[in-house]
Nanobody, 129 residues
């Protein structure tokens, strides 16, 4: 059963932008009520690592490698989670996953995949130099 649906992946040039979107299934519920949401990525050589997370009050966390380049946001009216990626690098090439959890709210939402139980199937991002 698909719990979250990502879109927006594809091929992009280094230095350019790309925006990913994620919509939760009815089983998960509306974005507005989900305590924490995150984007994680997996490459050929690295297991899933947290990229960015946001809690229900809008507090965010970012991996050091993407700070100032990526922005996580959510639009409650559109019921959509976003990841705006700017100044792309080839090393950002990965499968990007949207994840959600009903854990406690936090001013520093976690980036560890073990803190999330609901997952999407992923969307591939390929950045060429």
């Amino acid at each position: 059963q698909v719990q979250l649906v990502e879109s927006g992946g594809g091929s992009a040039q280094a230095g350019g932008p790309l925006r990913l979107s994620c919509v939760p299934s009815k089983y998960i519920g509306r974005i507005y009520y989900i305590p924490r949401l995150a984007w994680l990525r997996r490459t050929l050589v690295k297991e899933r690592e947290g990229v960015a997370a946001i809690d229900v009050d809008g507090y965010t966390s970012y991996a050091d490698s993407v700070k100032a380049r990526f922005t996580i946001s959510k639009d409650n009216a559109e019921n959509t989670l976003y990841l705006q990626m700017n100044s792309l690098k080839p090393e950002y090439t990965a499968m990007y996953y949207c994840a959600a959890d009903r854990g406690r709210r936090s001013r520093s939402p976690p980036l560890d995949e073990r803190d999330y139980v609901y997952w999407g199937q992923g969307t591939q991002v390929t950045v060429s130099s």
